[in-house]
């Protein structure tokens, strides 16, 4: 299951899994939406979008995704996008490459996360600012 982070980033795509697979929580005023396309190239290179919406933190806040596809249980990161937290929406796109098999056209479902990897002592913990998941049109480009 291969995990590519945009940012060559491992800490922050183990964040975003880590995220994605809490329960929802989020900070007052924090927010993150998803695009209801998602798009596959030939490579298998897919392509997630949305929006987002953080105030001040004390350390960096990544927007991280997930993708699956039914009927299988397995989720697929894309990508950790950097964001600015300065209480103004922000358009997110991450993307990540699949095994060109494991996904197809068609309805996928879709997780991001406003995670925050805040110190406490020596070591960056996540705090979830916020999540979502919907349902998405993955589309063939």
Known sequence: MPLRPALGSFGAAAAAVLALSTPATAAPGDHV???????????????????????DTRGPVFVGAAISQAPSTTRY????????????????????????????????????????????????????????HRTVALVKD
């Not at 695009?35 to 987002?52: E, F, K, N, P």
């Not at 964001?83 to 103004?88: E, I």
């Not at 406003?114 to 070591?123: D, K, Q």
């Open 77 to 132: 990161g894309i990508g950790g996008t950097r964001a600015v937290c300065d209480g103004a929406y922000h358009r997110w796109y991450n993307s990540g490459t699949v095994t060109a098999d494991r996904l197809t056209p068609g309805p996928a479902r879709v997780e991001v996360a406003l995670v925050e990897l805040r110190p406490h002592g020596n070591l960056p913990l996540p705090d979830i600012h916020a999540t979502r």
């Open 33 to 55: 939406t998803i695009s209801r396309t998602a798009h596959l190239s030939a490579d298998g290179t897919i392509i997630v979008s949305g929006t987002y919406r953080c105030f």
